[in-house]
Antibody, heavy 117, light 110 residues
Framework: EVQLVESGGGLVQSGGSLRLSCVAS????????MSWVRQVPGKGLVWVSH????????SYADSVKGRFTISRDNAKDTLYLQMNSLRAEDTAVYFC??????????WGQGTLVTVSS | QSALTQPASVSGSPGQSITISCTGT?????????VSWYQQHPGKAPKLMIY???SRPSGISNRFSGSKSANTASLTISGLQAEDEADYYC??????????FGGGTKLTVL
């Protein structure tokens, strides 16, 4: 079965850190750009970051630049998002997804990050 | 990185057609054919409906179609069905090598 499964979310205090993971199965993970997208419950989707197939290129939304780091381990079919200096406004459900430029796409079910102030 | 502009809500009766617009700039929608559309039901992950402005993934009904003119992309749903009621989002690649989403449109099937 083709799927992405996120984990690592939870409750953290403002200024703290979390690392999200996204494990891929059922497809060739190393062939795809990968993205993180977040959504405050009841609000819209917001792109966070993406990474090239081999990890050589990354980009970030201005709101997380310098605080979040995206990475991947193709040997483990796993995508990561290291989140440091967390703020209340980072509270959201975080989704991982395959290449937003093409189809078909795979999205995970999301993991909730709650930052308490 | 300003969000793309979508109407907050649209509605239509079963069998009718509706169009959702997605307005960006020459730095995103107007300059790239990397525009995708997503359907999201409450509590679910987004589902890709259109990519590359007008391509449909396998399994997506041909009632869904996409187009683009200048800085505005559009999603048209024909023959509205009750199960089409959902939130719809557009996204576009940008000249900053990032992606930007629209604010989302709530579709109500009357």
């Amino acid at each position: 079965e083709v799927q992405l499964v996120e984990s690592g979310g939870g409750l953290v205090q403002s200024g703290g850190s979390l690392r999200l993971s996204c494990v891929a199965s059922g497809f060739t993970f190393s062939s795809y750009w990968m993205s993180w997208v977040r959504q405050v419950p009841g609000k819209g989707l917001v792109w966070v970051s993406h990474i090239h197939n081999d990890g050589s290129r990354t980009s970030y939304a201005d709101s997380v630049k310098g605080r979040f780091t995206i990475s991947r381990d193709n040997a483990k079919d796993t995508l990561y998002l290291q989140m440091n200096s967390l703020r209340a406004e980072d509270t959201a459900v975080y989704f991982c997804a395959t290449d937003l430029a093409r189809g078909p796409q795979v999205w995970g079910q999301g993991t909730l990050v709650t930052v308490s102030s | 990185q300003s969000a793309l502009t979508q109407p907050a809500s649209v509605s239509g009766s079963p069998g009718q057609s509706i169009t959702i617009s997605c307005t960006g700039t020459s730095s995103d929608v107007g300059n790239y054919n990397y525009v995708s559309w997503y359907q999201q039901h409450p509590g679910k992950a987004p589902k890709l409906m259109i990519y590359g402005v007008s391509s449909r993934p396998s399994g997506i009904s041909n009632r869904f179609s996409g187009s683009k003119s200048a800085n505005t992309a559009s999603l048209t749903i024909s023959g509205l069905q009750a199960e089409d009621e959902a939130d719809y989002y557009c996204t576009s690649y940008t000249s900053s090598s990032t992606w930007v989403f629209g604010g989302g449109t709530k579709l109500t099937v009357l």
